[in-house]
Every structure is written in C-alpha cells, then in structure tokens.
C-alpha cells in the first residue's frame, strides 16, 4: 500500500514550457486535491476532484489545469510556466466520511523551479 | 470569510518542557479541525482532528489540542516536547458540507537539547 504516490520529485522549467505532475492513490479515495506550499503562506489550494468525473477551482487556480483520469489518478498541467509558479506542489486523498471530518492524506511533493 | 490564523512563526521549547503551538479560527457554523506536522522535505502528516463531542482530543505522538468554542481556538499541546518533535505544524479547518480545506501558515516548532 504505496499511499499517494507524486511525480517527478523535482523538476526545473524555462519560463513558457508545460509540464504535468502526476498523481496516484491506491487508497479507494474519492476525493483529491493539489495544493502549493510557499514560505510563509502555508498550503493554498490551487484544484480539486470530489469524485471522479468532476473538479472544481481552489484558491489559486490560475495558470494551472486539472485532470482526473480515473478514481486513482489526479494530474496537474502547468500549459506554460513562469517564474511564480515555482513552489512546492503536493497532492492528497481522502476518504468520504459522514459529517465531512475527512482526514486527508499526502503524497511527498514535487519541487518545481522555473527559470 | 473562512480563515485560520497560526499566531507564531516559530516556537522554541526545551527538551521535556511542555509545549503549545497556538492555532485560531474564524468560520460559520461547525467547523472540523484538523493538525498535521510535516518534517523537511516530506509531504504532510495527520496528527488529530476534532469532529464532536469531547473538547479535548488525543492524537498521534503524545499529541493532544483543546477545542474552545468560545476562543475558536484549537491549540496543539504535549504534556513533554521531544527534540524529534521539531517540525513544521500545519492547524487546518474544514467546514460540513464542503470539500475544502483551509490552512494555516505553519509554526515551526524547535526543540532543544
């Protein structure tokens, strides 16, 4: 049982190039999300999946795009990176519990630099 | 707005000490609170989470935090700090209802020898 599973581990980008972060859990979740980690503003949510078949904008969606391939799998597409988007990126599960107090877990995240 | 507010950047505390990192929030309605620590370079870890019932929640570690409604307050305690509990702690809010979850910015927490 890998849990969430990230890659690549790290990666550095010209400004204008794509790239796409992969994503897999091997846990049954329903839902998952990607979030950046910058110094001192803690995570923010850039997109999330509620179930398979839907996503939905976070709190900084711009200048990325989302897919959710099937229930294990959760890409994000950065169709032409700048400089702002360097941060660290991580993605997580979690399970459906009634009354919504689902805890969430983490994949090991992915350090993108772009130049 | 929904926020939640991690007063200190850092906290230090000497080995054996006891230790609170200080976490309030600002919702409407019933919120679910969660801690979660995260060590250099790894992704973040699950410590406890307060849903209902008993104020006081004991979690992972020897973690425990205190729900108080009338502070919105959720402050991460251990009754002795280790040096391997220094880390990076993360209080998160989650409202019924919702998929999102909103962070904090973090406290470093140092222990020392």
């Known amino acids: 049982n890998a849990g969430v599973t990230q890659t690549p581990k790290f990666q550095v980008l010209k400004t204008g190039q794509s790239m796409t972060l992969q994503c897999a859990q091997d846990?049954?979740?329903?839902?998952m999300y990607w979030y950046r980690q910058d110094p001192g503003m803690g995570l923010r949510l850039i997109y999330y999946s509620a179930s398979e078949g839907t996503t939905d904008k976070g709190e900084v969606p711009n200048g990325y795009n989302v897919s959710r391939l099937n229930k294990r799998e959760f890409s994000l597409r950065l169709e032409s990176a700048a400089p702002s988007q360097t941060s660290v990126y991580f993605c997580?599960?979690?399970?459906?519990?009634?009354?919504?107090?689902?805890?969430?877990?983490f994949g090991p995240g992915t350090r993108l630099t772009v130049l | 707005a929904q926020s939640v507010a991690q007063p200190e950047d850092q906290v230090n505390v000497a080995e054996g000490n006891p230790l609170t990192v200080k976490c309030t929030y600002s919702?409407?309605?019933?919120?679910?609170l969660f801690w979660y620590v995260q060590y250099p370079n790894r992704g973040l870890q699950f410590l406890l989470k307060?849903?209902?019932?008993?104020?006081l929640v004991k979690g992972s570690y020897g973690f425990e935090a205190e729900f108080n409604k009338s502070q919105t307050s959720f402050h991460l305690k251990k009754p002795s700090a280790l040096v391997s509990d220094s880390a990076l702690y993360f209080c998160a809010v989650k409202m019924a209802g919702t998929y999102k979850y909103i962070f904090g910015t973090g406290t470093r927490l140092k222990v020392l020898a």
């Open positions: 307060y849903i209902t019932g008993d104020n």
């Open positions: 846990m049954n979740h329903n839902s």
């Open positions: 997580a599960s979690s399970p459906p519990l009634a009354g919504g107090g689902d805890t969430q877990y």
């Open positions: 919702v409407s309605g019933n919120p679910y």
